[in-house]
């Protein structure tokens, strides 16, 4: 479980960092950030491919978080609590993570990382989002 919360924070940090630089291509960006995680040989391949599953769907994942912000605006948001929920929704609709998994994993990651009070709306998030996936 370790190595799977290791690469989720990873591909948190990634999805985070990418925000302030989408104008450089994914490729490069991930070989630039890169070295800036530490993974095992065996969890880097997890890591590239959730990043970039990330990035090659991110209208659609925003879409699905859009949808279900109840009085908010995807904008308003975050930073951070927005990567987290693009980990999360990735997690629960293309890797079929069960959603109780993915959205303790992503209030755990708020408790750690996002502003007061986010790891709560996180999860009222993330679970309007699981009813309809």
Request: include cysteine; glycine fraction near 6%; aromatic fraction near 12%.
């Given at each position: 479980?370790?190595?799977?919360?290791?690469?989720?924070?990873?591909?948190?940090?990634?999805?985070?960092?990418?925000?302030?630089?989408?104008?450089?291509?994914?490729?490069?960006?991930?070989n630039?950030?890169?070295?800036?995680f530490?993974?095992?040989?065996n969890?880097?391949?997890?890591?590239?491919?959730?990043f970039?599953g990330?990035?090659?769907?991110?209208?659609?994942?925003?879409?699905?978080i859009?949808a279900?912000?109840?009085?908010?605006?995807?904008?308003?948001?975050?930073?951070?609590?927005?990567s987290?929920l693009?980990?999360?929704?990735?997690?629960?609709?293309?890797?079929?993570?069960?959603?109780?998994?993915?959205?303790?994993?992503?209030?755990?990651?708020?408790?750690?990382?996002?502003?007061?009070?986010?790891?709560?709306?996180?999860?009222?998030?993330?679970?309007?989002?699981?009813?309809?996936?």
């Amino acid at each position: 479980m370790l190595g799977k919360r290791k690469i989720r924070k990873n591909v948190f940090g990634l999805v985070f960092g990418y925000n302030f630089n989408k104008e450089i291509d994914k490729l490069q960006y991930y070989n630039d950030a890169y070295d800036n995680f530490c993974c095992e040989d065996n969890e880097e391949e997890s890591v590239k491919s959730s990043f970039f599953g990330i990035c090659d769907n991110i209208e659609e994942i925003d879409a699905i978080i859009s949808a279900n912000l109840k009085g908010w605006n995807i904008s308003r948001l975050s930073k951070v609590t927005l990567s987290i929920l693009r980990v999360s929704v990735y997690e629960m609709k293309y890797l079929e993570l069960p959603p109780a998994i993915s959205i303790n994993e992503a209030v755990e990651l708020a408790k750690e990382y996002a502003e007061d009070g986010a790891s709560s709306y996180i999860n009222g998030v993330l679970n309007n989002i699981k009813n309809g996936l």
